[in-house]
């Protein structure tokens, strides 16, 4: 278990290699319990790739990802979601065939608490009047909004203590951004620990209270989100000068 002081995800020396491409070259970084950190960069950076291999969906190469307390190359995936890490990729990976009732269902799969599991249900909906209203619709037929609320929604329903975003603002008009963002600090107040990557710099660096910056697979400055939007190179790189 980990010692008070300790991080809740510590990713230690991480590399990944897709074939002869290295992809992540020995990176490291924390996250404490009830931070919102964000890692942000270009495309092809390494972001997804990070939060593929915390969830255990692709091999690691060589380094540590422990959280709280646990080495979790030692689980596959779905304990890892059981350990209570939950993961809202990039581009949604919701069910299109199935419906919103349906699609939050599913990830309540390792769940035995049926009573928290409805306060959940209303939770979700609480946050996403729009899932509530469209909760027996297809939702391969939602709006790339209303998927979007969905794909968090049912990370919401893992219980997780920790989840992972992977570019919630994606494609997203201004207005729905600003929605999305705003429900993302609502849920880290309500006591879960956030890991966000997104393109959206001037977005992640609002919300999040540390954050690293990710270049071809390797992390070149860290910092405080104040000190990030202060520094040179990120203004120029990512905040628009």
């Known amino acids: 278990m980990m010692t008070p002081d300790a991080p809740l995800l510590s990713v230690q020396d991480l590399v990944v290699s897709y074939g002869n491409i290295k992809a992540l070259r020995g990176i490291s970084f924390e996250v404490h319990e009830g931070e919102i950190v964000t890692l942000i960069g270009a495309n092809g950076a390494g972001k997804s790739t990070t939060l593929r291999a915390i969830s255990g969906l692709i091999p690691i190469e060589d380094g540590r990802i422990i959280f709280d307390g646990k080495d979790l190359r030692a689980y596959p995936p779905h304990r890892i979601v059981e ?10 990976g919701i069910f299109g065939t199935l419906t919103v009732m349906e699609n939050l269902k599913l990830a309540t799969y390792a769940r035995r608490d049926k009573d928290e599991i409805q306060k959940d249900y209303r939770r979700v909906f609480d946050l996403f009047p729009r899932l509530e209203e469209r909760k027996n619709q297809i939702a391969g037929t939602l709006s790339g909004g209303e998927q979007q609320m969905l794909a968090v929604g049912r990370a919401l329903m893992t219980r997780g203590r920790l989840m992972l975003l992977d570019e919630p603002s994606m ?32 977005m992640a660096l609002q919300v999040a209270s540390r954050g690293y910056v990710l270049e071809t697979g390797s992390i070149t400055v860290q910092g405080t989100t104040q000190a990030l939007t202060k520094d040179p190179k990120v203004k120029e790189a990512y905040l628009g000068g």
């Open 83 to 92: 350990l209570g890490i939950s993961h809202a990729p990039e581009g949604r």
């Open 171 to 202: 494609g997203l008009a201004p207005i729905l951004v600003q929605e999305i963002f705003r429900v993302l600090q609502e849920i880290n107040q309500a006591g879960t620990t956030i890991l966000l990557v997104e393109q959206n710099a001037h």
